[in-house]
């Protein structure tokens, strides 16, 4: 079984600073990891997602992650954030063999002017 | 071209009541979820269908909970009677197929208020 921990529930940042939300998993198979962005009162929104090849996946939005295996690690960053980022984020996991997605408990991003 | 439609968006209803929810996946995906996402958590797989076909249904309540996927197209969420406990939001995805690695696009959720 997998899971996922995002150490951060809420992160405040102001405006133009660099952010990092972090992001653990557990899971004895391979796995893919993925970064969803939910919008007050919108739906999930992909934002990146790795699933073999280079471990520096860049995203929507200026957003990249780095998968460290040997870390179990994908953190989500941004070397500069605007207001409009405001919003939650969901680090997930599946199984290469399945396709589940198992969501970590989400992290608020606060990006204050 | 059109994303996930859910409706309604907002439903309140009694303790004890019946309730349902409708999906409208994105056109041509086989694959459609629901989850639920209680407060201050991420989403919770509850049903999974390929086309017709409920194909991981091990976390829906089903004394109380019911989902079905005519025709392999829209999808309807139901619960019989509502409890206290249900008032979460409920999100409907779909995707081309259940490969892993393929996106899930996301409706915008049903918000419940069970009282």
């Known amino acids: 079984a997998q899971s996922v921990t995002q150490l951060d529930s809420q992160v405040p940042v102001f405006e133009e600073a660099p952010v990092e939300l972090r992001c653990n998993y557990s899971s004895s198979v391979s796995v893919y990891l993925f970064w969803y962005v939910q919008y007050p009162n919108q739906g999930l929104q992909l934002l990146l997602k790795y699933l073999s090849g280079s471990t520096l996946v860049k995203g929507i939005n200026g957003f990249e992650a780095e998968f460290n295996k040997s870390q179990t690690s994908f953190h989500l960053r941004k070397p500069s954030v605007h207001i409009n980022d405001t919003a939650e984020y969901f680090c997930?996991?599946?199984?290469?063999?399945?396709?589940?997605?198992?969501f970590g408990q989400g992290t608020e991003l606060s990006v204050k002017p | 071209e059109a994303g996930v439609v859910q409706s309604p968006r907002y439903k309140i209803i009694e303790k004890k009541q019946p309730v349902a929810f409708w999906c409208n996946p994105i056109?041509?995906?086989?694959?459609l979820y629901w989850y639920l996402q209680n407060l201050g958590q991420g989403p919770e797989l509850l049903i999974r269908?390929?086309?017709?076909?409920?194909?991981?249904d091990s976390q829906l309540p089903k004394d109380r909970f019911s989902a079905e996927r005519l025709k392999g197209v829209d999808s309807t969420l139901k619960i019989q009677p509502a409890e206290l406990g249900d008032s979460a939001v409920y999100l409907c995805?779909?995707?081309?197929?259940?490969?892993?690695?393929?996106?899930?696009?996301f409706g915008p959720g049903t918000r419940l208020t069970v009282l």
């Open positions: 269908y390929e086309n017709e076909e409920a194909v991981d």
């Open positions: 056109s041509g995906h086989n694959t």
């Open positions: 995805a779909s995707s081309l197929s259940r490969t892993a690695g393929n996106e899930q696009f």
């Open positions: 997930a996991v599946s199984e290469r063999q399945g396709g589940k997605l198992i």
